[in-house]
């Protein structure tokens, strides 16, 4: 691989990691919505609702409980779903 791609990848990668969202007040959420299988929005509580997105699969049956109050994205063990810890992806504040 030239130098020259290995530079953009590594850019591209800072880029995408300065990007990582927080939250806060997470345990608050009274509730879920899934919005596709791996993609989860939490509800009713303090402040904005949260987008969570994870490589673990939410349905609208999915027991889940949330580990962490505050957390960013690429975070672990952040939800416990069905009887796994579940690590977080990508967070969004929805506004």
Known sequence: MSMQKIVFVLMLLMTASANADCVISAKSK????????????????????????????????????????????????????????VDVQQVTNVH
């Open 30 to 85: 009274r509730s879920y919505v899934v919005l596709d299988s791996h993609t989860i929005m939490l509800k009713n509580g303090i402040g904005a609702d949260i987008i969570i997105k994870s490589f673990a699969f939410f349905n609208t049956a999915s027991q889940l409980t949330v580990l962490k109050d505050s957390f960013c994205s690429f975070e672990n063990a952040v939800l416990y779903v069905d009887g796994e810890v």
